[in-house]
């Protein structure tokens, strides 16, 4: 039997044909997908990862897309110091070969300045209170001393030589300064007038005149509103003779008619004091 009659008659034939017509497409479409995925990841071609750091992504979208790249921002960080908006870390690093069509991983400043509120440091020493303000991201310039019965206690907190009250919401980075006591509180001094004013200008005048603020008390408790508040009530009483470093204690209401009321205790309490003293 001739080897064409076999192949074409016989059930032999018949399989050994089909299996080499198998074989041949097998092998056309292992060679296609090898041409497909050199050309789909760029075989051979890679090209090298500008230095970003610095740049805001607009600018990095533009340099990058020369080279066939895209930027994909992954995270935001707040830097100080950093220009806000910038990039201040990619992956891969700059120098880094990659092949082109792949993303650049981009780690910014953050847009906007993350705004922290400042915790209660009254009555608490210098150095805790500086471990405090550090570990949320704020820093200590300097130390002021006022007068105080109690030496290298946090009496108030200033911001830009303004006091700030506890809870103040400040941008993150910002630059305190501490004023605390310097343990010598006999010396005499005018208690100031703070009726009328709201409790961050109160604190503040207090602060100017060497005194601290005490216990704030309010006749309607306030729900996030407390500036609507002012002083109709302060003990001790405006011109009255205290300790410098002593502290004053506050009432505050929305009510300004309560300005015009009296209180005898507050009275008797001045002239019991002036005595003493």
Wanted: proline share 5%; no cysteine.
């Amino acid at each position: 039997m001739d080897i064409k009659k076999l192949w074409n008659e016989t059930l032999g034939g018949f399989i050994l044909k089909n299996i080499l017509i198998a074989i041949v497409i097998i092998i056309a479409l292992a060679w296609s997908a090898l041409i497909y995925i050199d050309y789909y990841t760029h075989h051979n071609e890679s090209v090298t990862i500008p230095d970003l750091r610095g740049s805001y992504v607009e600018e990095a979208e533009i340099q990058l897309s020369k080279q066939g790249l895209f930027p994909q921002v992954i995270d935001s960080v707040y830097v100080p110091g950093r220009k806000l908006g910038t990039i201040i870390d990619q992956i891969p690093a700059p120098n880094s070969t990659v092949k082109m069509n792949r993303p650049i991983y981009l780690i910014i400043n953050s847009r906007q300045i993350r705004q922290v509120a400042l915790p209660d440091l009254s009555d608490i020493s210098y150095r805790q209170a500086d471990a405090m303000v550090q570990s949320l991201g704020f820093t200590v310039s300097s130390v002021e001393y006022a007068p105080s019965d109690y030496k290298d206690l946090v009496i108030a907190v200033k911001l830009r030589g303004r006091t700030i009250l506890a809870g103040t919401k400040i941008p993150e980075g910002s630059t305190l300064v501490l004023v605390i006591g310097n343990g010598q509180g006999n010396v005499m001094t005018q208690v100031p007038f703070l009726k009328g004013m709201n409790l961050e200008d109160a604190t503040q005048e207090a602060v100017t005149a060497s005194f601290s603020v005490g216990a704030v008390n309010y006749d309607v408790p306030p729900k996030g509103n407390e500036g609507d508040y002012i002083i109709y009530r302060q003990v001790p009483s405006a011109g009255a003779s205290a300790p410098a470093g002593s502290r004053i204690e506050l009432f505050l209401s929305k009510d300004k008619e309560r300005m015009n009321e009296t209180f005898d205790e507050d009275k008797n309490e001045t002239e019991k004091e002036e005595q003493f003293f």
